[in-house]
């Protein structure tokens, strides 16, 4: 593994390294945090910011998470590339599919701050298992990828069973996305498989 992505964390309980894997940084003002890891073998972090998106009522009212992406630019210590990665957290089920396209439009656009013309992965918990193919389409138009995993990511309720956990990128030939076991989190984790797009 070469990077971890993680959302909803206590960022004040995260330890700068997990084996080969280092703490580039987590998100501060969130109850439910964002953190991103990433292997110091492999990448070198150039820069990490967080970013505030479009509240939804359920912010406003409880507050749960005002950073809702976190990003880092990486360069690859053996090739060159370089690489932003986010990990991204979208407004619940409460909030409407409108609302998050634009969450997800706009954490796309603040990754591009970080590096114009550079590749993208953004992986995380977008809260979007109704109307996918709507989402892929809006997705293409401007110009990224949608990745579902080979599996559901939420199957605790029967009514909101679904892919809730995926990826969209940019530049990124993404091999697999595969839905790994349960741990302790009701959300099942993913792990994406890429390359290197060959116009990179």
């Known amino acids: 593994m070469d990077a971890l992505c993680l959302q909803e964390v206590d960022s004040s309980?995260?330890?700068?390294?997990?084996?080969?894997?280092?703490?580039?940084?987590?998100?501060?003002?969130?109850?439910?945090?964002l953190a991103i890891y990433y292997r110091t073998s492999r990448f070198?972090?150039?820069d990490t910011k967080s970013f505030a998106l479009k509240k939804?009522?359920?912010?406003?009212?409880?507050?749960?998470?005002?950073?809702?992406?976190?990003g880092t630019r990486v360069v690859d210590n053996e090739t060159k590339h370089e690489l932003v990665i986010g990990s991204f957290h979208a407004a619940p089920l409460t909030a409407s599919n409108s609302?998050?396209?634009?969450?997800?439009?706009?954490?796309?656009?603040?990754?591009?701050?970080?590096?114009?013309?550079?590749?993208?992965l953004m992986v995380g918990d977008f809260n979007y298992p109704f109307f996918t193919k709507n989402l892929d389409a809006?997705?293409?138009?401007?110009?990224?990828?949608?990745s579902l995993?080979?599996?559901?990511?939420y199957t605790r309720y029967k009514v909101f069973k679904g892919h809730f956990d995926?990826?969209?990128?940019?530049?990124?030939?993404i091999e697999s996305?595969?839905?790994?076991?349960?741990?302790?989190?009701?959300?099942l984790p993913i792990l994406v498989s890429a390359e290197y797009g060959g116009d990179y």
């Open 13 to 33: 309980d995260l330890p700068e390294t997990l084996g080969p894997l280092h703490l580039a940084d987590t998100t501060k003002d969130n109850r439910l945090g």
């Open 44 to 46: 070198t972090a150039v």
């Open 56 to 70: 939804s009522v359920h912010d406003r009212v409880l507050a749960p998470a005002h950073e809702r992406l976190i």
């Open 99 to 120: 609302l998050r396209r634009k969450q997800i439009h706009a954490a796309h656009a603040e990754l591009l701050t970080m590096g114009s013309g550079l590749m993208t």
């Open 138 to 146: 809006h997705m293409k138009n401007s110009g990224y990828a949608l």
């Open 149 to 153: 995993s080979n599996r559901r990511t």
């Open 166 to 173: 995926f990826a969209t990128s940019l530049g990124l030939d």
């Open 177 to 187: 996305v595969e839905t790994l076991p349960r741990g302790k989190s009701d959300h």
